[in-house]
């Protein structure tokens, strides 16, 4: 599979988690425009470190590549979601 297929699927993929993580964890949501892009960011980040890691072996075109892109991809944008809803929820506390 070519770099920008899996990319586009690490976005795609991140942007479906962030919105995931959101409707979940209603404390934490943004909205959805906010969880839609932290969770693209998300994606982009979490999919590239998977490859990194897995050493560029998720980028095949078999199905547990696809998968696996989805799944860095998903997680890694609802991680970011989660991290950046907690750090603005404890800057409000503060404030």
């Known amino acids: 599979m070519s770099s920008l297929v899996s990319m586009l699927i690490h976005l795609a993929s991140g942007a479906l988690g962030g919105n995931l993580a959101g409707s979940l964890f209603k404390k934490i949501s ?4 906010w969880n839609s892009i932290l969770g693209i960011l ?4 979490g ?3 998977l490859e990194a890691l897995t050493g560029g072996g998720v980028g095949g075109a078999d199905l547990g590549s696809i998968i696996g892109n989805i799944l860095g991809g998903g997680v890694g944008g609802g991680v970011l979601m989660a991290i950046v ?9 503060k404030a």
């Open 30 to 33: 943004m909205g959805t425009l």
């Open 42 to 45: 998300g994606g982009g980040l």
């Open 47 to 49: 999919g590239e470190l």
């Open 85 to 93: 809803s907690l750090i603005k929820s404890a800057l409000t506390k």
